[in-house]
């Protein structure tokens, strides 16, 4: 029997990032978790990351501490209120977005990588509802397997690492399937940009609107834990948008 | 008179930074100086920093504590001896090399750019003897640039960030020469990846030995502390490489 290969798998403890580490593991990885603590980043979502982690068995999870706050520049870093109820349907970059923040993951995950003599990164970005964030654009994930190729004695050596986004063109609702095919348990995920102190999610800022909408449109409901009853919170959801895979029986 | 324009400057004190952060200037940027405190690295180097930056009049000096320890992987972040006196006319990785270190510096260097609004971030990377780091190579630059319009607000709305290289192509000898004309007092600089808790270099490792020899072959005495006196380490290098610009004569 083949030992798996080990992966890194960058793991926020979010929904998305749950569901690309039960992709990594479907295709026969060991995965390495990689978390990062910065700035003013909840606790509540560290811990998301250990139980997820924990409950996929993984090879080994890291955290790693970086410190954004000095960079300033976001409402997820700096003292910038974090935007409820905001329009989704356009493209506009949000005052959550931090600069550079998938770019500065990525080259820790290549680091870890090369460290630990896997090929591939996991990352659980996502074109289609990303939230205006530019660097959760394949033409970027593209540009990084690039950069990665060049930056490493690993890809200097013939063996150029490789970057996964198995998420990067489903729609959340599609995520959500997958993930539930897959065994994960969405009650130990958090996306909310604005928990409690509990860890209770808001309900209103982009992240949990997204979530929510989406465990909507599956007719299911989002087993994380909100400040709001989940039906107050579902009740106050726009309907499914026209196009969308439950809308097409 | 026209305000300078801000741009990032990767300064970690040693030599080829210091020279950058002169070229910055002279090419009529307002510096942002930003010093990475990592693993073992040592007081020394920083202090360095701290110190060609204020010789420079920076606009603003940002410190960043990175933890790369959580890594390992090289002998300048793990407990992994500094090679001595090794060989440096191939072109073999040395175990000093961090993996992908300066894409970890570089991701930072991008956020704080956009942060600050700078579009022109300058690194000191050197691609003739670049003691064989993979991420220290010309199309790493070219691909990290590409990255870095794709990655970052101000690349979507057509400001993308140039990568300045002034060092690229130069030989040691050629930037400790630039550097003299612009001034930099190369006594503030360290680079020994081995320094005594005095600061005091090695006079031994691949970063000494290039340094010594730069300054041996343009006749020339390292200001810079070692802890073996200076003439003696100069006695012990091998004469100057056939085809240097200093036997050209």
Redesign the interface.
């Known amino acids: 029997m083949d030992t798996p290969r080990a992966a890194i798998v960058l793991l926020s403890g979010g929904l998305d990032s749950a569901t690309t580490l039960a992709v990594a593991k479907a295709e026969g990885f060991a995965p390495i978790a990689l978390t990062f603590r910065y700035g003013q980043r909840h606790a509540a979502e560290v811990d998301a990351a250990r139980q997820v982690a924990a409950a996929a068995s993984v090879r080994e999870h890291?955290?790693?501490?970086?410190?954004?706050r000095?960079?300033?520049?976001s409402a997820l870093t700096a003292d910038i209120p974090v935007p409820k109820d905001r329009d989704l349907s356009g493209f506009e970059?949000p005052s959550t977005?931090?600069?550079?923040?998938?770019?500065?993951f990525?080259?820790?995950a290549?680091?870890?990588a090369?460290?630990r003599g896997a090929q591939d990164i996991y990352i659980g970005v996502n074109a289609l509802d990303y939230s205006g964030y530019?660097?959760c654009?394949p033409?970027?994930i593209a540009?990084?397997e690039?950069?990665a190729a060049?930056?490493?004695?690993a890809?200097?050596e013939g063996r150029p690492t490789r970057l996964r986004a198995p998420l990067l063109h489903l729609t959340k609702p599609e995520i959500i399937r997958r993930g539930l095919v897959l065994g994960v348990d969405y009650g130990l995920t958090r996306s909310c940009y604005d928990p409690d102190e509990r860890g209770r999610a808001c309900g209103h800022c982009d992240s949990c609107r997204l979530r929510l909408a989406a465990f909507a449109q599956l007719g299911l409901t989002d087993p994380a834990p909100y400040r709001t009853p989940v039906d107050d919170v579902r009740a106050a959801m726009r309907p499914p948008a026209p196009g969308a895979p439950e809308d097409r029986s």
């Open positions: 890291l955290f790693v501490d970086i410190d954004l000095v960079l300033g520049g970059i977005y931090v600069p550079a923040r998938n770019t500065i990525l080259a820790y290549l680091a870890l090369e460290v530019p660097d654009r033409d970027y540009a990084f690039n950069l060049l930056a490493t004695r890809g200097v």
